[in-house]
C-alpha cells in the first residue's frame, strides 16, 4: 500500500512562492491519478490540482490555473506542487491524495491521503 508524506509549507508573504512535495512509499501505479488538495477552517476541502501518473496530464482548479504547477517525478516516487503569486486566500492546509478511479475532482475519489502541511500567505 501506498503512503504519502508532504512537506514544504511555510509561512510566506503574499506574491512570493512555495514548491511543495509529496513522496510516495509503496509501489506508485501508472494509472494511479495524484492530486492536491487544500483546506481552510471552517471551509471543505478543495481540490487544487491533479497529476496522471504515467502520462502525466495535468488539471487544475480555475483559481490557481495559471500561478501553480503540478508534476512529478518518477524515479523519485515524488509530485510537486510549485505555488507562485500567492495569496492570502491560498492559505491553508494543503494534503496529496491518491486516486485510483480516473480523474477527479472530488475528495472523495481520492482513497489515500498524506497527513498536510500548513501553507499561510501574509497581506
Known amino acids: 500500500q501506498v503512503q504519502l508524506v508532504e512537506s514544504g509549507g511555510g509561512l510566506v508573504q503574499a506574491g512570493g512562492s512555495l514548491r511543495l512535495s509529496c513522496a510516495a512509499s509503496?509501489?506508485?501505479?501508472?494509472?494511479?491519478?495524484m492530486g492536491w488538495f487544500r483546506q481552510a477552517p471552517g471551509r471543505e476541502r478543495e481540490f487544487v490540482s491533479n497529476i496522471r501518473w504515467s502520462a502525466g496530464s495535468t488539471y487544475y482548479a480555475d483559481s490557481v490555473k495559471g500561478r501553480f504547477a503540478i508534476s512529478r517525478d518518477i524515479a523519485k516516487n515524488t509530485v510537486y506542487l510549485q505555488m507562485n503569486s500567492l495569496k492570502p486566500e491560498d492559505t491553508g492546509s494543503y494534503y496529496c491524495?491518491?486516486?485510483?478511479?480516473?480523474?477527479?475532482?472530488?475528495?472523495?475519489?481520492?482513497?489515500?491521503w498524506g497527513q498536510g502541511t500548513q501553507v499561510t500567505v501574509s497581506s
Open positions: 509503496g509501489r506508485t501505479l501508472g494509472s494511479d491519478v
Open positions: 491524495a491518491r486516486s485510483r478511479i480516473r480523474g477527479g475532482t472530488s475528495a472523495q475519489l481520492y482513497d489515500t
